[in-house]
C-alpha cells in the first residue's frame, strides 16, 4: 500500500465511526487525507489522529469529489441521502448502517467472502454486515468445507453500544439510580435496562421480528453464500456496554465430528478458540480484541447432527469497524 487516499468517514463521532479512526490509526492505514464528517450538531467536535486533532465537519456542505473513498457509519437515513452523492461523485463506499439493499452493497466478511469483490466494479458500493452477522460468519467460514447445513438457529444478546452513545449513557444512568436507590424513569429504552433483558431489540414487523432479526438471517445467508439456508434469529437487549455473545445451534446433515470442528477453528483466521472446561466472554476477552471468540462446543442432548457453540465478539470494534476497515485495506490492495 505505497499509495495513499483521501478518506472520509461520515458519522465520525459516533460509537462506531470514533472507533473506526482510531483503527485507522493503529492499522497504519494508508490515509492522506482524513475528512470527519457528522451533522450539523456534531460540527466543531474534534477526533484524534495521528498526533493531530481533527474537526468534524457538516456533512451537508461537503464535496464528496475531495475523497476516493467513504466509510458510512451514521444512521441509515444518512446513508440513504448522501450515499447516492457519493457514487455520482465517483467515491467507492463502504456502508456500516444496514441501510442499502442487499443487491447494490453485498455484505462482505473478509474471513468469509472477500471473492464478492472480483464481481464488483468502480466506484464500489459495499457493506460491512451487523456486528452479530460479521462474528457469526468469521465462526462458520471456516467449517463450510466439514459441515452441510440444514439450519442455523442463533440468539444474539446484544450490547446497547449498538444504539450509540444514548445507549451507553442510558444503561451508566439506569445502573446509577437503582444502586443510589433512586426512582428509575426509562428514557431512551421503553422500559428498565439495567439489571435486565430485554426479548427485542427494535420494533418488530406484523410477523413480530424486528429489523436486527431480519437482517442478521439474510446477511448471514448471503456472506455464506448460501440463499437457501434456513436462519432463525432472536435478537435480545442486554445490559452490556460493549460485546455481543451469540449462543448458536447448527442443524446438521450428518453427524458432527467435533475433533475436526476444533481443528478447523484452531487454524481459522480471526478466531480464538477457548478450550473444552472454558469458555469465552465479552468482558475479560472480546472486548478491545481482534478476534472472535468461540467456546463451549458440544453436539446436541439429543441429535448427533447437531452443532451448539458460544460466540463473544467486540460489536464495536471487530464486528463493525475493524470489518470496515479491513474490507476498506482489501480494495485499495487490490481495487482502486
Known sequence: MSQSFAIAVVGATGTVGET????????????????????????????????????????????????????????ASITLEYAPRARAAGCSLIDLSGALPLEQAPRVVPEANADVLDTLSTPYQLASPSAAATALAVVLAPLRSLLTLRRVNVTACLAVSAQGHEGVTELARQTTELLNMRPLEPRFFDRQIAFNLLAQVGVPDDSGHAHSEIRLAAETRQVLGDSGLKVSATCIQAPVFFGDSLSVSLELESVVDLVAVREALEGATGVELVDAGDYPTVVGDAVGQDAVYVGRLRSGLTDDAELNLWIASDNARKGSALNAVQLGELLIKHYL
Open 20 to 75: 473506526l479512526v482510531q483503527l485507522l490509526e493503529e492499522r497504519e492505514f494508508p490515509v492522506s487525507d482524513l475528512h470527519l464528517l457528522a451533522g450539523r450538531d456534531s460540527q466543531g467536535h474534534s477526533l484524534p489522529f495521528r498526533g493531530k486533532n481533527l474537526r468534524v465537519r457538516a456533512i451537508e456542505d461537503f464535496d464528496f469529489s475531495q475523497v476516493r473513498l467513504v466509510f458510512f457509519a451514521a444512521e
